[in-house]
């Protein structure tokens, strides 16, 4: 496995900047990690890159909007938006694509990577589900349980019907349970609760790091 090359880059004009990540990409074949100095500045990357290059898959990687040791928890969806990252870097990325991040959030500890591997939630269609079991995870993995979901990790529990807002931008799903049966699962948009996407498999992963 050959090392990571690390290079510092400077004085690109916004906008240029992306198409030089661009080109390391494609230069290396592989994944590249940008550094951007703030938030702001890997917005400006993420859409940039969205311009260039629509097919190349970019993740961000958002610092917390708190210091570690405030009394005020992270934004939720910041959160979500880290958990997800780091959950799909867990367990399987792209052969290419183009991790965005901050300096404050490089800096950051980071769960471990067997850590992360190891608490996730699977379902697919027509199985039987513990709910007992499916609760204890949601509360463990720092789900918080509300009348609707409306931002991610929420979750709420109206019979046999649990709505479920994990971290990504999937949106929120809904399970339909027919006794302990799996009868259906789909997404849905939690301003309109139309469905957006049926599934055969729901896998859940933690959304908080703690």
């Not at 190349?56 to 958990?83: H, K």
């Not at 509360?139 to 479920?164: K, N």
Request: glycine share 8%; aromatic share 8%.
């Amino acid at each position: 496995m050959s090392r990571p090359q690390y290079i510092t880059m400077g004085g690109a004009p916004e906008g240029f900047d992306a198409r030089l990540v661009l080109a390391e990409a494609a230069k290396s074949g592989g994944a590249v990690c940008h550094i951007a100095r703030d938030d702001r500045r890997m917005a400006q990357m993420a859409e940039a890159l969205r311009v260039f290059a629509p097919d190349m898959p970019v993740f961000t990687f958002p610092g917390w909007d708190c210091l570690p040791f405030d009394r005020v928890s992270p934004n939720p969806d910041i959160s979500a938006a880290r958990m997800a990252t780091l959950a799909a870097l867990t367990h399987g990325m792209p052969s290419q694509y183009v991790l965005l991040t901050t300096m404050s959030a490089a800096m950051q500890k980071v769960p471990a990577r067997d850590i992360l591997r190891d608490p996730a939630f699977t379902a697919r269609v027509g199985t039987r589900v513990d709910e007992a079991a499916l609760r204890q995870f949601l509360v463990r993995m720092g789900f918080s349980q509300s009348p609707t979901v409306m931002e991610p990790g929420d979750y709420a529990i109206r019979g046999g019907i649990i709505d479920i807002f994990p971290p990504g931008d999937g949106g929120p799903v809904r399970l339909d349970l027919f006794g302990d049966m799996l009868d259906g699962a789909r997404r849905f948009d939690p301003a309109t609760q139309r469905t957006t996407e049926k599934l055969e498999m729901v896998e859940l992963a933690p959304v908080s790091e703690v």
